[in-house]
């Protein structure tokens, strides 16, 4: 991209504030020397990078990318067989330990099925070492110190210079804590050329005998390694010695065990810095308030509320920038200080910046192009060195421009045809203009010529624009109005300011018709506008009301739905609870007449077929009942159902009839069936309501009528084989009670074996069932666990 155009339109400084948000060396240098992509795909790759450093930021505060050091220099010295030194090392070490975080790092990710456009393929880059990586972490420091277990004979030669060092100064602490303290200036242990030594007054530098290393300035003390000392001291230079040599030794062997890697290493450096460029993008993102913005190959741009990203975001005025697809060129007119240069650069930065994969300081939905080349000639191009006026230095720069551009450029011109007599410049603007419209170049220009209003409106895929002035301040708003031209405001400010009104009428008269005119045109196209602005507003409101009334009958006519359905399904319940309350009555009526049938013994005959019919007519009389609902208004009945003392009954486990006694402090109640009384819980029993249903009534006179016969043709045995399991547990219960109609003492149920469902059914039923004594499977001879023999009461 034209360097002079990056430069005009300050996208250095977009990405030096990039920059800092870097974390590595690299990285930061990545940033200044941004590039700006010419392609769709080079262009969506790089947005999608930053979208997804966007999402991580949002969804784990960024990529954990610390700090790095550059690591190019160190391996280039391992290529050529050098040694590196400790810090280089570490900093190697850093890149390593921050490779295998950063592949744990997204592989907790995918894990989580978190979605990313490229960073999962751009991590797969990565390669771990991690034998290489624990053996420097365990013999190289962070900041670069050889740790002793580096080695065996390290840890070995520095617990002897601890040692020996511990000797050496128990022996000076002796002679500054004894006699000789009078004779030394100061009673402190140093060191001078690596020795350790006292301070002694030069007076008595031979009380102490050995070396001098070193004076004071004065000259009045003498360091002095004392003769005691001498072999010690000798003893830790030999030792230290040792030391570097065996530190020289490790970083040899480490440098020579990294230099079959130096491939790896620098894939590995070149993936953690394109990471941080992506997390680095993104946080500026995030600073500014940015948006992803779309693309388009055809270069229709439309920017929504585009904001400069160098001016305070407070303060900054959002503008809709908008060319490509209806009019190819954008012509930007009125008086200095509206905001006309800064619309322009605002519009040639952010498609920089968007073509540079940073998202934009625009609201969501934007759309850029995708341009080979932007050209801007903005600001005053005078040149003192080569003795260029104002106007020559625009027209060489506009000269170079027009030679480069193509149908895929955006021009950017401030104030075309400046410098240079009006009527001439006009004339230049508006051929340079057309020249640029015949390349199919997109352009963007701003002029204080009148002429150039006539032109945008004339002229086919071309449009005015202006910005924005308060008409009672005067002052501008820096809004971009698409689609009207600018006017000046040199009379209404004159006459504000205090000109005399015989000057203002002079200098009004002097203008051409046709200017008075085009002002006159401007200012009427100025008040329609605010006239459809106000109707918009009213029309929104009224737009607002009408969603709210909208939603209000929406909501009403769902109530109304719900209601419907809440009575219907309250009205089943109703009825569902009626004939519950009969079933309850029919059952103890049927009790009493099995009772009465097993006391006749066989002497009697009793229709079971009637008995089974009149049962079935309550299960008709059921009504279904949507599920959630019914259990809702169960619920509700059940809760309004409240036992009391006296109340009658039926207990669910025993299936038996009892009257409530009284209610134990612990919740449960005291229940009497029979001579008997027991202690159940009120989740086991089902109130009985007093007065029996029509219906049960009927019933009870129906059954009243059935007589008795002497013999029974039910069979002794149920086969329930090919049955449904609703069926044969249907089935079961009819063919229970009709034998115990018929008196008999056991029957046998044939369920086979199957799946087993059908036989658990049966032996689930037998459990349940008040009348059956006990059950088992028949003997083996008989069918086994195929069939069960139930065997009733009395």
């Known amino acids: ?56 930021l949002r969804l784990k505060g960024g990529i ?7 690591i190019t220099m160190p391996l280039k010295r391992l290529q050529i067989g050098g040694s590196l030194n400790g810090k280089e090392l570490s900093q190697i070490g850093r890149v390593l330990s921050t490779t295998k975080e950063m592949l744990q790092f997204f592989a907790d990710l995918s894990e989580k099925e978190i979605e990313l456009y490229q960073l999962y393929q751009i991590v797969d880059g990565l390669i771990d070492l991690p034998d290489i990586r624990k053996t420097i972490k365990l013999s190289i420091s962070d900041d670069g110190e050889i740790l002793s277990d580096a080695s065996p004979e390290l840890k070995r030669i520095r617990q002897s210079i601890k040692s020996n060092e511990g000797h050496v100064r128990e022996k000076l602490d002796d002679m500054i804590r004894g006699k ?30 050995g070396v001098v290393h070193d004076q004071s300035s004065t000259g009045q003390t003498l360091f002095i390694e004392p003769q005691a000392v001498l072999d010690l001291n000798n003893k830790l230079r030999s030792l230290k010695a040792e030391e570097r040599q065996e530190e020289e030794r490790i970083l040899y062997e480490l440098s020579a065990e990294l230099a079959p890697y130096t491939n790896e290493l620098a894939a590995n450096s070149q993936v ?14 995030d600073s500014i308030k940015a948006s992803r913005p779309r693309l388009s190959s055809q270069n229709h741009v439309a920017i929504w509320g585009a904001r400069h990203p160098l001016i305070d975001q407070e303060h900054v005025v959002a503008n809709d920038l908008i060319i490509g697809e209806e009019y190819q060129a954008l012509i930007i007119t009125g008086p200095n200080t509206g905001g006309k240069t800064i619309a322009l650069k605002t519009l040639g930065l952010i498609q920089l910046m968007g073509q540079a994969g940073l998202q934009i300081p625009a609201a969501e939905n934007s759309q850029i192009g995708i341009f080979t080349g932007i050209f801007a000639d903005i600001g005053d191009e005078q040149s003192i060195e080569q003795s260029l006026s104002t106007f020559s230095s625009h027209m060489s720069n506009i000269v170079t421009i027009i030679d480069q551009i193509d149908e895929k450029s955006l021009v950017l011109f401030d104030e075309l045809g400046s410098g240079t007599d009006p009527q001439e410049g006009a004339s230049l603007a508006i051929s340079i203009l057309d020249y640029v419209g015949s390349k199919g170049s997109m352009v963007m220009a701003t002029t204080h010529y009148p002429e ?28 971009l109005m698409i689609g009207i031209p600018g006017r000046s405001n040199a009379f209404d400010i004159s006459r504000r300011l205090g000109l005399a009104d015989q000057i203002i009428q002079q200098a009004t008269g002097f203008i051409q018709e046709d200017s ?95 008995l089974i019919d009149l049962k079935k007519q309550f299960d008709d009389l059921k009504q279904e ?37 009284e209610k134990t402090p612990k919740g449960e109640w005291v229940v009497q069936i029979g001579i008997m009384k027991l202690k159940l819980p009120e989740s086991d029993l089902r109130k009985i309501e007093e007065e029996p249903s029509k219906q049960a009534r009927k019933v009870k006179r129906q059954i009243a009528n059935v007589r008795s016969a002497s013999d029974s043709h039910v069979s002794t045995q149920l086969d329930l084989r090919g049955f449904r399991y609703e069926d044969a547990l249907m089935a079961l219960d009819s063919y229970l009670d009709s034998a115990l109609l018929a008196g008999y ?34 003997p083996h001879n008989a069918g086994g666990n195929g069939a069960t023999v139930a065997v009733f009461k009395g």
Do not use: C, W
């Open 452 to 479: 150039l209003k006539v032109y945008a409106y004339n002229r086919p895929a071309t449009i005015n624009a202006s910005m924005e002035f308060n008409s009672e301040t005067l002052a501008p708003t820096y809004r």
């Open 64 to 70: 954990p990318m610390p700090r790095l050091a550059d």
């Open 745 to 778: 003492p056991q029957v046998t149920i044939v369920h086979g074996k199957g799946t087993g469902a059908i036989r658990q059914g049966v032996i689930d039923a037998l459990k349940r069932h008040p009348q059956v004594k006990s059950f088992e499977f028949a």
């Open 272 to 285: 953690l810095t394109r990471l941080d460029v992506i997390n680095a993008k993104a946080r500026y993102a």
């Open 625 to 661: 009942e949507d599920f959630l609902a019914k259990n809702k208004v169960l619920q509700k009945a059940k809760d309004k159902k409240q036992l009391k003392a006296g109340d009658e009954v039926i207990t669910e486990t025993y299936g038996q009839r009892g009257s409530l006694i």
């Open 516 to 610: 008075q005119e085009l002002n006159e045109m401007i200012a009427d196209l100025e008040q329609k506008r605010r006239k459809t602005e106000a109707e918009s507003y009213q029309l929104k409101q009224q737009l607002a009301e009408s969603d709210a009334l909208l939603s209000d009958l929406k909501a009403a006519n769902e109530k109304l739905e719900n209601d419907k359905e809440t009575i219907i399904a309250k009205a089943k319940q109703e009825a569902n609870q009626i004939v519950e309350t009969s079933k309850e009555e029919a059952e103890f009526l049927m009790q009493e007449i099995r009772e009465m049938q097993m006391n006749l013994g066989k002497s009697t005959t009793v229709k079971e077929h009637e």
């Open 180 to 209: 000789k303290s009078q004779y030394l200036s100061d009673t402190i242990i140093t060191i001078r050329n690596d020795r350790y030594v006292i301070p002694v007054k030069q007076e008595y530098r031979h009380h102490f005998g």
């Open 1 to 56: 991209m034209n360097a002079k155009t990056l430069k005009k339109l300050e996208f250095e400084k977009v990405v030096g504030q990039v920059a800092q948000l870097a974390a590595t060396e690299l990285g930061k240098q990545q940033l200044l020397q941004l590039e700006v992509k010419k392609t769709y795909e080079e262009v969506n790759i790089l947005q999608e990078e930053t979208d997804d450093g966007r999402k991580l």
